[in-house]
């Protein structure tokens, strides 16, 4: 915090360009409604741009014409330009249209700017509280003597008696409603955060992407060297403090009996009296879906990017054989060049010359090679009867049957897995319909409406299923892959 970083920063960092900005009204209100109070994570040029224009022709009915001169697209030319840096610009493989995304330093200074405004309840006790649930969980933690843990332990067990004697006796303590409205605010306020923070494991991640880019761009070296450095920053980013914690978080989370938790309980607060006066908002109540989609948009472009970075190192050998292919092109036609006109001098010469020596014992011995024989066999034409129907048999998969079973599974449950789908209903076709469910996975097929599927890879599932071997005997097959689990 001296002078010398805040002058830097007052002058390059886009969350302070954008506060100091004579737009930053419109371009804060905006982004929030379009990006933050949605949960959009990307949105199309087309609808972006109509929903600016939507916006400037209020706010040019209210503050007259002159008030927002530019038009929508001018606007957003501005945004994104490196000087101001408050939106990413970008394209998606397979499509020309542009999308945009907020950046991490917008979405800081409008959750900076929504916190000016006056709270009409400001809690303390909550946060204290959370304070010493923190402490505590970090110095029992890392309590490495087992005599203090398991003082720890009884304590807490007298405590869980005590307080289960008094609910027997008919003493059920309860929460007021300033202690409610507290932990409520507290909770509100620290699910927006960590929707926030996707963005910035994705901002990491792309500069990660194009810090390798550049480093390949500028190598000199082997290309062994080359990919050992890149798979060790890649390493070095998964075993970060913040790769593992985002992957602990997305374990959590994708857990359906965490999500069944987290709804009824959603479901419960917010049907308190005190918290309903408090008008919360209304996607509160899918607030676990919201970290959801947020954390697979995360893990898509961390996949998109390996992808990516795996074309540039293809092109990059492509481009290193080319080199290659030409430097012996160019020898070739050197050599037919000089072939008729040889020279007539000496063109090298030895200083010395040596005699070689070879002993008679050093000579291998004679080693008779051995003749095949050949067996005259006369060709005889015979008659087999064989079944030909086999030839004609073909294993035809109904993915509108596993479809329909899918959504039967989900109609109980929000999420299943492609494991627990095997299980309850064996695959009939073998490798077949495991793929044949895979396609309904990505998307492929016509059937596959009324849910979606999310992959993650960080974890390995084994689907086995009964197959019969070459010798007509029952056996168990497994296929190892990342879990797959159908949502509704």
């Known amino acids: 915090m001296d002078y010398g970083t805040l002058d830097v920063l007052r002058t390059r960092h886009p969350a302070w360009r954008l506060l100091r900005s004579d737009h930053a009204p419109l371009v804060a209100s905006f982004l929030h409604r379009v990006f933050v109070t949605t949960n959009a ?38 945004w994104t330009s490196p000087e101001k ?23 800081k200074a409008i959750a900076w700017l929504a916190s000016l405004t006056e709270r009409p309840f400001v809690g303390t006790e909550s946060r204290l509280m959370t304070l010493f649930a923190l402490l505590e969980q970090i110095t029992v933690g890392t309590e490495t003597d087992p005599v203090r843990r398991l003082e720890d332990l009884r304590k807490k067990r007298d405590e869980i008696d005590a307080e289960i004697a008094r609910v027997l006796s008919g003493d059920v303590p309860l929460l007021d409603d300033a202690a409610v409205k507290d932990r409520f605010q507290q909770f509100q306020q620290l699910a927006r955060e960590l929707l926030s923070d996707f963005r910035e494991v994705e901002h990491n991640f792309r500069l990660l992407d194009r810090k390798v880019r550049e480093k390949i761009a500028l190598w000199e070296g082997s290309k062994g060297a080359l990919l050992d450095e890149i798979m060790g920053e890649r390493d070095a980013i998964a075993d970060s403090d913040q790769g593992r914690s985002f992957r602990a978080f997305w374990d959590f989370l994708m857990s359906s009996i965490r999500q069944e938790e987290l709804s009824e309980r959603l479901d419960k607060v917010l049907s308190l009296p005190v918290v309903t006066a408090l008008k919360p908002d209304a996607r509160t109540r899918r607030v676990h879906y919201d970290w959801l989609e947020a954390g697979e948009h995360t893990q898509r472009t961390v996949a998109q990017l390996s992808q990516q970075l795996r074309r540039f190192l293809d092109d990059a050998a492509f481009l290193e054989n080319r080199r290659i292919m030409d430097l012996l092109h160019c020898i070739e036609s050197k050599a037919l060049a000089l072939r008729e006109s040889q020279p007539v001098d000496t063109i090298i010469s030895i200083d010395a010359m040596g005699a070689e020596i070879k002993l008679p014992l050093e000579r291998p011995l004679f080693n008779p090679s051995v003749k095949p024989l050949l067996d005259n066999l006369a060709l005889q034409a015979g008659e087999d009867d064989i079944d030909i129907t086999r030839l004609f048999d073909q294993i035809v998969v109904d993915k509108t049957l596993l479809a329909d079973g899918i959504r039967r599974a989900l109609r109980g449950q929000a999420q299943v897995t492609l494991r627990d789908l095997v299980e309850r209903m064996p695959l009939a076709h073998g490798l077949a319909e495991l793929v044949a469910y895979l396609q309904l996975a990505h998307g492929e097929s016509e059937v596959a409406e009324g849910f979606r599927a999310v992959v993650d890879e960080a974890v390995m599932e084994p689907v086995r299923w009964q197959a019969r071997d070459a010798q007509d005997r029952m056996i168990t097959r497994v296929a190892r892959l990342p879990r797959v689990v159908y949502v509704r």
């Open 41 to 78: 994570r990307v949105m199309a040029a087309a609808d972006f741009t109509e929903a600016l224009e939507n916006e400037l022709f209020a706010l040019r009915e209210h503050l007259g014409e002159d008030a927002f001169p530019k038009s929508a697209v001018e606007y957003l030319n501005d």
């Open 85 to 107: 840096g408050w939106l990413r610009k970008f394209y998606k493989a397979g499509t020309d249209e542009a999308q945009f995304d907020l950046t991490p330093a917008t979405e």
